[in-house]
């Protein structure tokens, strides 16, 4: 009985975890409207005031982000702390310590960080992952909400679906579908509302206040603790991780492209060209700059004189070790384009974005990883030392039908 209760919940876990980046992937496929940056913030990209308007995809990073004024376009925002008060008439992507959200949100939104606050509106789904969730009295979530966190406290309006998990989770607003629920303890306060069914998996039945409300059917699905004094929700810790983790390095990238695009407009498109003209010879490259480069740094170590170079070097290789996934990126979006026959409306960020969403889901399973992520640094590496060794005069470009 305990080995079957395990399984369960690590099946549950899997499904709802990989539910999350199969949508996430869904969404980026299925964009249709979406178009090349004409207008990026380059130059504040810490801030957006108020009443100020500005063309998409919006990119903001910085220790404090304030974005008071409206984007006409998906936005992506990193930092510590990001205050979100106007509104973004596209999706939503923010990575940070302290997220508040309190504008509107005309597509869905993919948050992680560890303390998140929705007190605005979302006319459709909304992601969460982090240590604490909450969703204020005054939010309104216009389509479904997945949630994975220690604590998870919904006060406001869930037009239909709430699915979630967590150590401990308090509901005590309207839900208009049915609740989907993994956790240790559950409460429904008075004034909780689901106008569908109540379906929890926990080690304790849920605290139901009587002025709770339920349309549907409540089904409890018992589960014992895993093994002496560790619960549930040290298993839980996983997929929140995975999933903060993918969220984050895919802003991350986003945001090292854009800036890099700023600096050196070229430098994506020529770096990635040699994957496409020589593909073979890239990955042999590759393999040679991944095995020579670490030996080289040692060597250069122990001599006095090669310190200098070693540090150089030090610096330099981890560098483009990153940099290699966003390169390869960058080919799968090209050649994706091309392949397709996708036009300029599809091109620009939103390739680089499925780009480096492929990447991730093909590093998800196991047997996989390790392959697929020798075969992105060998191609990322070879691009770049193949592209930069034949590199094109400054301020000139080979533009070719694959260019982001």
């Known amino acids: 009985m305990k080995e079957e209760c395990r399984m369960n919940k690590k099946v549950w876990w899997k499904g709802f975890f990989w539910s999350i980046n199969l949508l996430f992937l869904a969404i980026l496929l299925g964009f249709s409207g979406v178009a090349s940056a004409t207008t990026m913030n380059a130059e504040n990209l810490d801030h957006l005031a108020a009443g100020e308007t500005i063309e998409g995809p919006g990119f903001f990073a910085g220790n404090v982000v304030k974005v008071d004024g409206n984007v006409e376009g998906t936005t992506f925002v990193s930092g510590?702390?990001?205050?979100?008060?106007?509104?973004?008439?596209?999706?939503?992507?923010?990575?940070?310590?302290?997220?508040?959200?309190?504008?509107?949100?005309?597509?869905?939104?993919?948050?992680?960080?560890?303390?998140?606050?929705?007190?605005g509106q979302s006319e459709s789904d909304v992601f969460f992952a982090g240590q604490s969730i909450s969703i204020g009295q005054d939010a309104s979530i216009g389509r479904d909400l997945f949630a994975a966190g220690a604590t998870i406290l919904q006060e406001g309006i869930i037009q239909r679906n709430l699915f979630g998990g967590g150590a401990e989770i308090v509901l005590?607003?309207?839900i208009g579908g049915d609740v989907n629920l993994q956790t240790d303890s559950l409460k429904l306060q008075d004034g909780a509302n689901i106008a569908g069914d109540l379906n929890y998996k926990g080690e304790n039945e849920a605290d139901i206040g009587t002025g709770a409300t339920i349309a549907g059917d409540t089904d409890w699905e018992f589960y014992e603790t895993m093994d002496s004094g560790t619960t549930a929700v040290r298993e839980t810790r996983r997929p929140v991780m995975k999933f903060v983790w993918f969220l984050w390095s895919l802003v991350s990238a986003l945001l090292v492209w854009f800036l890099i695009r700023i600096w050196r407009p070229a430098f994506w498109q020529n770096t990635a060209r040699p994957l496409a003209e020589q593909p073979l010879k890239t990955l042999g490259v590759g393999l040679l700059t991944l095995l020579v480069v670490p030996p080289m740094i040692i060597l250069a170590m122990i001599t006095v004189i090669g310190i200098p170079i070693a540090v150089i070097l030090g610096v330099i290789y981890p560098i483009a070790l990153y940099l290699s996934r966003i390169i390869v990126a960058v080919f799968i979006g090209q050649w994706l384009a091309k392949r397709f026959k996708w036009p300029e409306l599809h091109k620009g960020v939103w390739l680089v974005l499925l780009g480096l969403a492929v990447l991730g889901l093909l590093g998800l399973p196991p047997f996989v990883k390790f392959l697929s992520s020798l075969l992105t640094v060998m191609a990322g590496l070879g691009a770049l030392v193949m592209a930069h060794y034949k590199a094109t005069p400054e301020g000139t470009s080979v533009q070719t039908e694959l260019d982001v």
Do not use: W
């Not at 205050?83 to 939503?92: A, E, P």
């Open 80 to 119: 510590q702390d990001v205050r979100i008060n106007g509104n973004i008439n596209g999706d939503l992507f923010v990575a940070s310590q302290t997220i508040t959200i309190s504008g509107t949100v005309t597509g869905n939104i993919y948050g992680a960080g560890q303390a998140l606050t929705f007190d």
């Open 172 to 174: 005590s607003g309207q």
